[in-house]
């Protein structure tokens, strides 16, 4: 997401997104897929699957632009005459584009112009059918209309081969952008996360590399580059995006985590440890814009690539006091505070609360492009989210995905946004119960490849003789399993409630547990008292010294009978299963 700016009260608020794209080239994937995943970060983002029906347009036709997050008018443009399908992200011929904010150097904001990243995006994926189509429209469309969004990292994807694309406008100097696309390499992952990774690229190879003709003039221009260098040393993220503590420590360390779970090389976390601490940040400290994979990556390995927190790495912050009495990665923020004169950061994790939705894009070659491209689309925090399938040819989004069922000021129950919400909320400061759900998550995903099979066998089939049915087929699918996945959330979440209510845990005593009927509360249940770590304890200890401690044993007669009077409906006689009292 870009920051934008807003006006309310007169007061010209500027709000940061932040947001990752991790990426794995066809060779690299399972099933020889391109896929890419994508979680847009933002605490005022209200998730929801956005549809732009396939349209025919008259000559002379325009369309209006609004800025993506601002929803400002900026101006119209020229339609073209036949438009695709777009579900979310993905078009109907198996073509995705992502995005990450870097923002870069500020003297290149506010350009002229009316194209915004998000526009830029969404009119890309109505007009092209392959990754480099779309690197084309991107071009054109900066050149004709302008520019007027931050520097982004751009995933440009096709069932054949992946691109990131970065682009930074020219301020108030020239209209439109600079940019350089380079593809990622078969067999390779890569990514970025709010810090541009393109620095050197080679200027003669057009397969793999495109660029803006005025990439290096344009930095020469406003003084960021020395024309007597040679241009192969033209570095494009030192020059409009150089590295700096927060590029490393809180967006490239994102990346670094997902590639290192996955590199071929067992050598690379450890390697790139103290550039992503901040320790080492200099150009010559950084990451490989991608990296060979040593193991096949499934769509369903890349939702859990999401779930990431840094466990087990130098980052994991789940030992420190910050991380509450649960171990939860979880820290409210701001990313950035104070204690006396030092400032101190929280780790920006891949799987963050502020999320209004993520997805994985999954691109196959070999089924028609309708069918073969599938958004695995989930809403809030991907640490949780459930991931559903939605097929580039739907025709329509489901109700609890769709805007106007709730809002980011109105908790729907029938909203995917507030259900996936509640239960993240529930789990942050009960992180023990986190990784079952996550676990629970992922196997409803799943069960989804598994229905998919079957599915996708019958849509591909009828789609041979009326691709309008098939594709019908699919979408009414594709639908009410999202439908069910919103109803399933809520479930969890009583589910949740009920077993940790309280501070307790909370379970059946059994088949022959008291039960007093409806009139008098029901079944009595066991309720056992979990208490927290010894670690925990040793802190309390170290706050308080003596304040809490008892002068007598609890074993003592007057004691431990008063304490058995204290802790009511909760002592259970483990010969009879009766709860005491
Ligand atoms: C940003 O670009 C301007 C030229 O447009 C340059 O003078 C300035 O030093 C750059 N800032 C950074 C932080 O690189
Ligand atoms: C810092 O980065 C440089 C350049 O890559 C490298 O030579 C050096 O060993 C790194 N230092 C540490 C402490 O990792």
């Not at 890349?302 to 009495?325: C, F, I, K, P, Q």
């Not at 399933?488 to 059994?510: K, N, P, W, Y």
């Amino acid at each position: 997401m870009g920051a934008y700016k807003a006006a309310i009260a007169g007061l010209l608020l500027r709000l940061c997104h932040g947001c990752t794209n991790l990426i794995v080239s066809p060779g690299a994937s399972a099933d020889g897929s391109t896929l890419f995943s994508y979680t847009a970060d933002s605490g005022s983002l209200y998730g929801t699957l956005g549809h732009y029906p396939a349209g025919k347009h008259q000559p002379g036709e325009k369309r209006q632009i609004w800025d993506w997050d601002s929803g400002k008018y900026l101006g119209e443009i020229d339609e073209v005459p036949y438009t695709y399908n777009v579900i979310g992200n993905l078009n109907e011929h198996g073509l995705a584009i992502g995005e990450t904010t870097f923002g870069g150097n500020e003297t290149l904001h506010g350009g002229t112009g009316v194209m915004d990243y998000g526009n830029l995006i969404w009119i890309t994926l109505q007009r092209s059918k392959t990754a480099r189509e779309a690197i084309l429209t991107f071009d054109q469309l900066v050149k004709e209309y302008g520019y007027v969004s931050e520097g982004e990292s751009f995933t440009i994807a096709d069932p054949h081969e992946v691109w990131i694309l970065e682009m930074i406008g020219k301020g108030h100097v020239e209209k439109g952008a600079v940019w350089v696309a380079v593809r990622v390499p078969d067999g390779h992952v890569s990514g970025h996360a709010n810090q541009a990774r393109i620095q050197q690229f080679p200027l003669h190879d057009a397969d793999h590399c495109v660029y803006s003709s005025d990439v290096i003039s344009f930095a020469e221009k406003v003084g960021l580059w020395d024309p007597q260098r040679p241009q192969e040393e033209f570095s494009f993220a030192d020059t409009y995006d150089p590295i700096s503590f927060t590029g490393a420590r809180l967006s490239d360390a994102r990346v670094w985590s997902f590639l290192s779970a996955v590199a071929a090389d067992r050598s690379f976390e450890k390697s790139y440890e103290s550039y992503v601490l901040g320790h080492n940040v200099s150009a010559r400290a950084r990451m490989p814009l991608s990296i060979p994979s040593g193991v096949k990556i499934s769509q369903v390995d890349l939702m859990s690539h999401m779930r990431n927190h840094y466990e087990g790495t130098a980052l994991d912050s789940r030992y420190d006091v910050g991380a509450g009495d649960s171990s939860s990665p979880f820290r409210v923020r701001p990313l950035v505070w104070s204690d006396g004169d030092q400032q101190y950061v929280h780790e920006r994790n891949v799987g963050t609360q502020q999320a209004g939705w993520n997805f994985v894009a999954q691109l196959r070659s070999w089924l028609p492009g309708p069918i073969g491209g599938i958004l695995w689309f989930g809403v809030d925090d991907a640490s949780f989210s459930v991931h559903a399938p939605f097929h580039g040819g739907n025709t329509r989004v489901p109700r609890s995905y769709a805007d106007g069922v709730g809002d980011a000021l109105h908790y729907s129950q029938d909203s995917a946004f507030w259900a996936f919400n509640t239960v993240a909320n529930f789990l942050y400061p009960r992180w023990f119960a986190a990784e079952e759900v996550m676990a629970s998550a992922r196997k409803a995903e799943e069960t989804f490849v598994q229905q998919l099979r079957a599915e996708e066998l019958a849509a591909g089939a009828l789609y041979k003789t009326n691709p309008a049915k098939a594709i019908e087929l699919l979408t009414a699918r594709d639908a009410s399993r999202a439908n069910q996945v919103v109803k399933d959330e809520f479930a969890l979440f009583g589910q949740l409630m009920v077993t940790h209510r309280d501070g307790f845990h909370i379970s059946s005593l059994g088949p022959h547990a008291p039960n007093h009927g409806g009139a008098q509360g029901g079944v009595v249940p066991k309720v056992e008292e979990v208490g927290y770590s010894t670690k925990w304890y040793d802190r309390i200890v170290k706050d308080t010294g003596d304040h809490y401690k008892m002068s007598t044993s609890p074993t003592s007669p007057l004691d431990a009978a008063k304490l058995r009077t204290l802790s009511k409906g909760t002592w259970v006689d483990s010969s009879t299963h009766e709860v005491i009292v």
